[in-house]
Structures are given as structure tokens and as C-alpha cells.
């Protein structure tokens, strides 16, 4: 099993940018691909990007390709999301999770969750 902690969430305005970042502690991180969902409140759990076990393939759920990168540093054993022009319906909490394969947006295919860190995008 592998232990994620997520931080660097927040308050930040409208079109502004903030970093996340996902710790990883248990087994060898490197082997394995990682993804960041995100959850309103009252709508389901959505995808938001994936990087492979080498940081060399990432996959972007459409609305929010273009202005937010996942990347990973194994030998930190962290995956990060840069997130740049945020909109109010970024607002959500966001969870890192180890991918049991690479590329997948159903959290179904996600295990050892992290328990999520707030963002709040204010206009």
C-alpha cells in the first residue's frame, strides 16, 4: 500500500495559479503511474490528469487541458499539478491516487487514495 498526503490547496482568485502537491510514502512510488481527481460538493469524484510511472506520458481530462500539467518527481517520491487560470469550477477537492494502469480516468482504476486538499477558486 502506498500513503499519499496532498497539500498546497487554498483561496485564490479567478485566473489566477496554485501548485499542488502529492507525497507518497509505502511502497516503490516510481513503479507506478499516478493520477489527481477532484470532487465538488453534490457532484461525483472527476478525473483530472494521469502521468506514467516515468513522468513521459500524460493524459488530461479536456477541461482542463491546456492550463493544467501533472508531473512527477521520483525521486522525491512526489507527482505535482500546476494549475494556471483557474475557474470558479475548479473549485473542488483534489485527490492524488496510485494508477493500477496508465492512461485511465475511471477512479475505479484508482487505489490508495490521499485524503485531498481544498481549492477554492473566488471571482
Known amino acids: 500500500q502506498v500513503s499519499l498526503v496532498e497539500s498546497g490547496g487554498g483561496l485564490v482568485a479567478a485566473g489566477g495559479s496554485l501548485r499542488l502537491s502529492c507525497a507518497a510514502s509505502?511502497?516503490?512510488?516510481?513503479?507506478?503511474?499516478m493520477g489527481w481527481f477532484r470532487q465538488a460538493p453534490g457532484k461525483e469524484r472527476e478525473f483530472v490528469a494521469a502521468?506514467?510511472?516515468?513522468?513521459?506520458?500524460?493524459y488530461y481530462a479536456d477541461s482542463v487541458k491546456g492550463r493544467f500539467t501533472i508531473s512527477r518527481d521520483n525521486a522525491k517520491n512526489t507527482v505535482s499539478l500546476q494549475m494556471s487560470s483557474l475557474k470558479l469550477e475548479d473549485t473542488a477537492v483534489y485527490y492524488c491516487?496510485?494508477?493500477?494502469?496508465?492512461?485511465?480516468?475511471?477512479?475505479?482504476?484508482?487505489?490508495?487514495w490521499g485524503q485531498g486538499t481544498q481549492v477554492t477558486v473566488s471571482s
Open positions: 509505502g511502497r516503490t512510488f516510481s513503479g507506478y503511474a
Open positions: 491516487a496510485v494508477a493500477t494502469y496508465f492512461p485511465t480516468g475511471v477512479a475505479e482504476s484508482y487505489a490508495d
Open positions: 502521468i506514467n510511472w516515468r513522468g513521459r506520458s500524460t
